[in-house]
């Protein structure tokens, strides 16, 4: 596609539910993160995939936090029994092989509110 | 460990004046550098970047140096327009670290008419 898409744009839970949050990169880019920017953090590196490599998920705050990319494209991001400190705009952002800097291209992100 | 300084803000400015916002870094190794703007209501775009020391990266009208002796790549621009209020981010990522990036916390300028 033309840029990274997220769904949904928005996504109003209770908390102890679970939700799940959809990215799917630019086509052809290997490398996919997630980050999550709230107010009280700033912006937080979340987990990356780089192909059929295992997933860094140094960045995931507990384990009720996880993700999984099927097919090297499309990506997952699960909260099962959100908090209210899990809300926040969760970013995805892919990145192209043989990009020089490694510049990351950023989808419009999910806005998650637990009430 | 890794880490980005940036000025806070709010920056407000009136219409054609001189912008500087501060950014200073620690890294292991030789880091990648990026300037980030999310205007209101937008997603986070890159607006410039540089990969190695002395490089200076530029995208409408800003720019910014890399500068390995004082570890810092503030960006400027000479001359705001009301269209360039929106959050600015900082940024780095270093190879040896899967170029995840780290953040500064983001200034928001305001550029008045």
């Known amino acids: ?115 | 460990g890794n880490s980005v300084t940036q000025m806070e803000g709010p920056v407000t400015l009136s219409e054609e004046a001189f912008l500087t916002i501060n950014c200073t870094y620690t890294a292991t190794g030789y880091p990648s550098l990026f300037w980030y703007v999310q205007y209101p209501g937008e997603g986070l775009q890159l607006l410039l970047k540089a990969t190695k020391a002395d490089d200076k990266g530029s995208n409408k009208g800003f720019e910014a140096t890399y500068r390995k002796e004082t570890t810092s790549f503030h960006l400027e621009k000479g001359s705001v327009q009301v269209s360039d209020s929106a959050v600015y981010f900082c940024a780095l990522s270093t190879a040896g670290n899967n170029r995840k990036l780290i953040w500064g916390l983001g200034t928001s300028l305001a550029v008045n008419p």
């Open chain 1, 1 to 115: 596609g033309a840029g990274v898409s997220q769904s949904p744009s928005n996504k109003v839970t209770e908390k102890g539910k679970d939700v799940e949050l959809r990215c799917d990169p630019i086509s052809g880019h290997t490398a996919l993160y997630w980050y999550r920017q709230s107010l009280g953090q700033g912006l937080e590196f979340l987990i990356y995939f780089q192909g059929n490599s295992a997933p860094d998920k140094s960045g995931l705050p507990s384990d009720r936090f996880s993700a999984e990319r099927t097919g090297g494209s499309v990506s997952t991001l699960t909260i099962q029994r959100t908090q209210q400190e899990d809300s926040a705009v969760y970013l995805c952002a892919s990145r192209g092989p043989g990009t020089q800097g490694g510049e990351q291209y950023f989808g419009p992100g999910t806005r998650l509110t637990v009430t």
